[in-house]
């Protein structure tokens, strides 16, 4: 059984195309997050939503957009595709709690061309 | 700024040796650390987590060491084998949010 689940696994697209990844945990957690890993492997937050509400936004630019349909649910909408987007982007869940481990997706590789 | 370190090379060790890895990070006062470790084409995966308040942490042939003073984790694997071989990252974390800052990671080979 999956726990943390994402779609798709690999996206190649033309520059100012809009895409969407979505992310899906089945652990019944509370907190869903979504990370940007770059080609030096650096893994950095982006957004963080407990319970459907926006609770990390990490100064992101606004052609990024998490949307959560329900506290399972964490979906990231990126529009205008720049070059510099490309990355793998990682989805995660955790209970919502001051000290608490993260559940990790097998990540969306993103190529923009 | 925050900033974390670690092994900036790649870490080759001979199987059955303990492979160390180094966490330094300033500008920072975490309540926790957390050790993950990422395969090739994979997502990270969570191995081991500490308090501020703890010295030291061991589960299996694992040990993480932390100094709130020096501002250092280690991370120690015994006996290492081949299929220890991945990237390992440590990830500070403090506050509310549960907010993890991750370094740069440490990849380690283990020859047989």
């Known amino acids: 059984d999956t726990a943390v689940s994402q779609t798709p696994k690999y996206l190649v697209t033309q520059m100012g195309n809009d895409k969407s990844i979505k992310c899906e945990q089945n652990?019944?957690?509370?907190?869903m997050y979504w990370y940007k890993q770059d080609s030096k492997k650096f893994l950095k937050i982006m957004f963080s939503?407990?319970?459907?509400?926006?609770?990390i936004n990490e100064t992101v630019p606004n052609r990024f957009s998490p949307k959560s349909p329900d506290k399972a649910h964490l979906n990231l909408h990126i529009n205008s595709l720049e070059l510099g987007d490309s990355a793998v982007y990682f989805c995660?869940?955790?209970?919502?709690?001051?000290?608490?481990?993260?559940?990790f997706g097998p990540g969306t590789r993103l190529t923009v061309l | 700024s925050q900033k974390i370190e670690q092994n900036s090379e790649a870490l080759n060790i001979q199987e059955g040796k303990t492979a160390t890895l180094t966490c330094n990070y300033t500008?920072?006062?975490?309540?926790?650390l957390q050790w993950y470790r990422q395969d090739p084409g994979r997502g990270p995966v969570f191995l081991l987590l500490?308090?501020?308040?703890?010295k030291e942490k061991r589960k299996e042939r694992l040990k993480v060491t932390f100094d709130t003073t020096l501002k250092q984790s280690l991370f120690h694997i015994t006996a290492s084998q081949p299929a220890d071989s991945a990237t390992y990252l440590c990830?500070?974390?403090?506050?509310?949010?549960?907010?993890?800052?991750f370094g740069t990671g440490t990849l380690l080979a283990v020859q047989p």
């Open positions: 995660a869940s955790s209970p919502f709690s001051s000290v608490t481990t993260q559940y």
């Open positions: 652990l019944g957690h509370d907190t």
């Open positions: 500008n920072y006062s975490p309540a926790y």
């Open positions: 990830a500070l974390a403090g506050g509310a949010t549960n907010k993890l800052i």
């Open positions: 939503y407990n319970n459907k509400e926006l609770i």
């Open positions: 500490i308090r501020e308040n703890e």
